[in-house]
Structure formats: C-alpha cells, structure tokens
C-alpha cells in the first residue's frame, strides 16, 4: 500500500503563489509516476501535471502550462507543485496521486491511478 499526504494549501490573493507537497510511505518512492489532479465544486477532477518514474519527464494540462511546476525528491519521498500566477479559476481541491505501473511516461487519466491523497483546498480570491 501506498500513503499519501497533501498539505501546503490555503487561502491567497489572486496573483500570489503557492507550493504544495505531498509526502509518500509505503512503497519505494523512485518506482511511481506522481500527478496532480484538481477538482472544483461542480466539476470533474481533472490532470493538472504529472512526473514519470523513469527519467522525470513532466507533463502538463494545457491550460496550466507556464504557471505550475511539477518536481520531485526522491531522497525526501515527496512531490511537489509549485504554482505562480494564481487564478480565481485554479480554486479547487488539489490531489496527489501514483502510478505503481511504472508506465515509460504518465497517464493524464484518473482511473490509472492506484492511490490518492485525501487533497489540499487551494483557495485564491479575487
């Protein structure tokens, strides 16, 4: 079984920033692909950004390109997203998850996921 705890969430102005982390036990960290998915009220979850297992690719959503950073540390077990440019439209809950599939990228889909974090609320107001 896999862990994962989200935090670095909160409340911020438009246009401010914020760095999440999610921590990882339970299985060898180095061995999962990590994403990020997000889920407004009303909404579908959806991929935000993701990092493979075997060479650190990232992949990201485009409507979040060139605001959001995905990246890993592998000695600390975390992933981490850093997002800039915070908008009153990236209110959501924010969700870490990984692949144990060891797939050669990432896979933008929910349903290929195997754990999930239980998400950070990402709040940003106008």
């Known amino acids: 079984q896999v862990q994962l705890v989200e935090s670095g969430g909160g409340l911020v102005q438009a246009g401010g920033s914020l760095k999440l982390s999610c921590a990882a036990s339970?299985?060898?960290?180095?061995?999962?692909?990590m994403a990020w998915f997000r889920q407004a009220p009303g909404k579908e979850r959806e991929f935000v950004a993701g990092?493979?297992?075997?060479?650190?690719?990232?992949y990201y959503a485009a409507f979040v390109k060139g605001r959001f950073t995905i990246s890993r540390d592998n000695a600390k077990d975390t992933v981490y997203l850093q997002i800039h440019s915070l908008k009153p439209e990236d209110t959501a809950v924010y969700y870490c998850?990984?692949?144990?599939?060891?797939?050669?990228?990432?896979?933008?889909?929910?349903?290929?996921?195997?754990?999930w974090g239980q998400g950070t609320q990402v709040t940003v107001s106008s």
């Open positions: 990092i493979s297992y075997s060479d650190m690719s990232t």
């Open positions: 998850a990984a692949d144990i599939k060891r797939r050669a990228g990432v896979a933008v889909g929910f349903r290929f996921y195997d754990y």
């Open positions: 339970g299985r060898t960290f180095s061995t999962l692909a």
